[in-house]
């Protein structure tokens, strides 16, 4: 049984329930963060509570918790549940008004709610295959920085890849590449790991800073800088990489061959070094 934190409460993920005049549920008027957890440790919590305080900011929304307040909540509900590695969901919505109105209310009373569920990361087959992705034109609105629970565009980007039996879409505005769906996009040109740079259209990934660190320490050749999106169709690699996916090559763009159609060396070295510092620093192996 999954537990969960909800305005106060730990109650069984079930029991929970919220007012259907919650500003989330009305408007999507909230700011998420899912923290992947290995071995009950929280990876990376202090950078997920700086962006889910980033983006409350942005929002004109109060935090409602201290980082320590969050800190403690998110170990407890880690604590209440059974698995060893976690998927955990924080949420936090401007919470419910007496009345539907766009205008934000005199009153805010901010709802929370944590629930984690067991981590699922790519099987060892889709690693050794690669993911199949197609491509679209990037129509979010133009704060892809704030992490919120708006996410119509995102949900819609994304069954355009399930519908065509692919993992992920990857997304181009105006013939430059921002991301995926759900994930950061990375490609390798000659040898050269190439990440876009964090701006308004994209999505400040955790694992997207992880990448780069690992890169820096190991010596990987890399770059910050805009991509073309025909530097992506002629890439030798192109990864997705997020928080459940970690580091996935992707081998078909829109039923073409990603380089050799198979996961590339500088994808599978960084898996490697990806997976050696989970197992050092949140594993403590």
Partial sequence: MSLCYL????????????????????FGDGAYEVIPVYSRRPFRLDEHL?????????????????????????????DRNPWDDQSLYLQVTR?????RNHA??????????LM????????????ESGASAVSAADFRWLRCDLKTTSLLANCLLRQHAVDQGCHETVL????????????SIFIVRDGVLLAPPKSHLMLPGITYDVVLELAAVNGLPHRVQEILEDEVRSADEVWMTSSTREVLAITRLDGRPVGEGRP???????HAWYQAFKTTVMRGG
Avoid at 12 to 25: H, K, Y
Avoid at 95 to 99: F, H, K, L, S
Avoid at 264 to 270: A, D, L, N, T
């Fill in 7 to 26: 305005n106060g409460r730990y109650l069984p993920l079930e029991d929970a329930q919220v007012s259907p005049m919650d500003r989330g549920f009305l």
């Fill in 50 to 78: 700086a962006r889910l305080a980033s983006t409350l900011a942005a929002m004109r929304l109060p935090n409602p918790h201290a980082e320590q307040e969050w800190a403690a909540m998110v170990r407890e509900v880690v």
């Fill in 95 to 99: 919470g419910a008004d007496m009345r």
């Fill in 104 to 113: 934000f209310p005199e009153v805010v009373r901010p709802s929370v709610f």
């Fill in 116 to 127: 984690s569920e067991a981590l699922v990361t790519p099987s060892r087959e889709l690693r």
């Fill in 172 to 183: 181009f505005r105006d013939g430059f590449l921002t991301e995926g769906s759900a994930s």
């Fill in 264 to 270: 590339g060396p500088v994808s599978e070295q960084m």
